[in-house]
T-cell receptor, first 111, second 116 residues
Framework: TQLLEQSPQFLSIQEGENLTVYCNSS?????LQWYRQEPGEGPVLLVT?????EVKKLKRLTFQFGDARKDSSLHITAAQPGDTGLYLC???????????FGTGTRLKVLA | GAGVSQSPRYKVAKRGQDVALRCDPI?????LFWYQQALGQGPEFLTY????????KSGLPSDRFFAERPEGSVSTLKIQRTQQEDSAVYLC??????????????FGPGTRLTVT
């Protein structure tokens, strides 16, 4: 059972547009990660956030962890075709090793 | 160095057959995870090893699923009497950390299992 809901489920945009992907839960997480997965490959870690309200920037990607540590967002500025992929959030609770993955957002950026 | 490798990359099995999926983690990585990923969905936890000890197998769907890591390195996920609902990508991940959150998991490319 997935405890992390991502929205939108699918997103198709033109190159140069901005977009935001959301990851929501009713549970509190001690940390949250974002991954990108390309077809035929395993997920690759983009960022880890651990503090409520934390904002991290990675070039054109901005990640935010909600104040209550129940939600997160990923914002991409000026999307490029190379950003195409399945974006996954994954959360863990304090004292455990197990990450729970979200339902995924499939992004397609058209040239 | 080499990343996590998995074999075979693709496996087609007839319903009722047994299959074995192999994972070679990054050398020296203590922790190893298996996940099941349905098409277009996020990975779902199956089981966790710390060295050779299987500390959590709560995600294994049924007693037809069995995982081992006898020498604390290579791991094998075995599925007995495969069913169509077992069709999925099986991902393996390893990490050098133990029992601590906020670690980076390194994933293999996965094995796509199709049960016909």
């Amino acid at each position: 059972t997935q405890l992390l809901e991502q929205s939108p489920q699918f997103l198709s945009i033109q190159e140069g547009e901005n977009l935001t992907v959301y990851c929501n839960s009713s549970s509190v997480f001690s940390s949250l990660q974002w991954y990108r997965q390309e077809p035929g490959e395993g997920p690759v870690l983009l960022v880890t956030v651990v503090t409520g309200g934390e904002v991290k920037k990675l070039k054109r990607l901005t990640f935010q962890f909600g104040d209550a540590r129940k939600d997160s967002s990923l914002h991409i500025t000026a999307a490029q075709p190379g950003d195409t992929g399945l974006y996954l959030c994954a959360g863990t609770t304090s004292g455990t090793y197990k990450y729970i993955f979200g339902t995924g957002t499939r992004l397609k950026v058209l040239a | 160095g080499a990343g996590v490798s998995q074999s075979p990359r693709y496996k087609v099995a007839k319903r009722g057959q047994d299959v074995a999926l192999r994972c070679d983690p990054i050398s020296g990585h203590v922790s190893l995870f298996w996940y099941q990923q349905a098409l277009g969905q996020g990975p779902e936890f199956l089981t966790y090893f710390q060295n050779e000890a299987q500390l959590d197998k709560s995600g294994l769907p049924s007693d037809r699923f069995f995982a081992e890591r006898p020498e604390g390195s290579v791991s094998t996920l075995k599925i007995q009497r495969t069913q169509q609902e077992d069709s999925a990508v099986y991902l393996c991940a390893s990490t050098s950390r133990t029992g601590v959150s906020s670690y980076e998991q390194y994933f293999g490319p996965g094995t796509r299992l199709t049960v016909t």
